[in-house]
């Protein structure tokens, strides 16, 4: 079916950002999954009554496609829209044993699919058919040139409810900080001293990104396979999960937060596999680019919030990008892993003292007014290739939702299409952290990877207890 423009007045700019991630150099993609606890038989006509008056109505650009005018610039504009082109229903064999398979080859190839630009950059695939994990699944593949994940978890959400009272709200975990780092900071640190070393940590961290971004490139390891053309190659998604609890429990015991454990547990479970497959590669210079929101907001707007022109939160790609260094398996980290959260801590906590971020976002806001939006594109492309791994993370809410009466029993993310062998992606739900591997396929064990990372949880959280113990 040909798309039909429909009035002038549908006509909306693309926003910078979106136009890097659908160039000729970026084509980036959120792929959500959303496991069910119940058989699924009946989702089909539902979901398509929620996607025709729920989905679509949130924003514009769920049924526009992206034009470009005769002076180059990108505008949404929005057509007719046929849903049964953008849901898809692939039939599984019937045995629960192969199904794992062929799910997971499943998710992996839509992701690399590209969509085709002359309909709107979304597709949903319902999967009525068991896993290991779930008794059927929705896939969401979402062009991220629509928005980043806060804009597209918020549109996800608007079509779930409450699975125990759909009357009630969703709520989401408080992001605070531990009360060693509050107090800590108030106590040591003077006004100007801090502005000292904001001064410092923003001129080191620029012009370390800046040479990042540019001609200093991360050591072929085995996370990094550095070869050109990575964005075309085959991926494996997998995932596992964490209890939060747990993680709690280590950032209780050692006083620090809860992306501190995450992020020692991520750093020290990549190093263990890097050791593993190649011993020489434990201290090799690696770095992960971790993506943010800009918004300085916990939790979830309202849909109606994120699209006022004046929201603290709006709608569209409000992220950024930091290079943080992944700390070496030196020997004294290797016999005391909370060493490897310890310095997450203070990599987290001495680089929010730093305006490299937003120096940054300024720096390819007039980049892309001088050079133009595929410029930008290429520099954010030779960002992500000359890193050895992108990390993400989404909170998502503590109560059970459901889709049309169907409880959920777990969900997770990832991001597809970029330069990168290794696409780490965290999301919190109903007391589970879920860790999804976007991997290079052939090239990273993903196997070998998770046993890796589930090793360094318990290697941490046994080396916590014991520390508090001795405390006691």
Known sequence: MEYHEIIEEGVEPVSPVGQYFNSSALCIYIIGVIEFEVPIHGLLMQAMSLLKHVFLPINPRFSSIMVQ????????????????????????????????????????????????????????????????????????????????????????????????????????????????????????????????????????????????????NDEKTPIRSGNVGVEFQPISISTMAFSIHQVSDIKSRLGVTINDVVTGIVFYGTRLYMEQMNSKSKTAESTALVLLNTRNIEGYQSINDMLNTKAKAPWGNKISFLHVPIPKLKQSRSSNPLEFIWEAHNII?????????????????????????????????????????????????????????????????TLAGGPESLVISIMSYMGVLRVTFKTEKDFIDEQKLKSCMQSAFQKILKAAKEISDKTR
């Open 69 to 216: 005018n005769k002076k180059g610039e990108k505008r949404w504009k929005k057509v007719d829209i046929n849903l049964k082109e953008h849901v898809r229903t692939p039939i599984f064999p019937k045995t629960l044993e192969s199904n794992d398979k062929w799910f997971q080859d499943y998710l992996s190839r839509i992701s690399m699919e590209e969509l085709p630009q002359s309909k709107p950059l979304w597709e949903v695939h319902i999967v009525n058919s068991p896993t290991s994990d779930a008794h059927g699944s929705v896939i969401f593949k979402l062009h991220h040139a629509l928005g980043d994940g806060y804009s597209l978890m918020g549109a996800l959400l608007s079509c779930l409810q409450r699975a125990d009272d759909p009357s009630l709200p969703l709520s989401f975990p408080t992001l605070k900080p531990s009360n060693q780092e509050s107090k800590s900071t108030k106590g040591i640190c003077s006004s100007f001293s801090w502005l000292l070393s904001s001064a410092f940590y923003t001129v080191a961290d620029f012009g370390w990104s800046m040479l990042k971004s540019s001609i200093i």
């Open 349 to 413: 906590k001495r680089k929010k003292q730093s305006l490299a971020v937003p120096l940054t976002s300024t720096l390819l806001e007039m980049e892309g007014k001088f050079r133009g939006q595929e410029a930008v594109a290429k520099h954010i492309y030779g960002t992500l290739s000359n890193s050895s791994a992108v990390i993400s993370n989404l909170v998502g809410p503590l109560q059970q939702m459901a889709l049309a009466n169907h409880p959920v029993k777990g969900l997770y993310f």
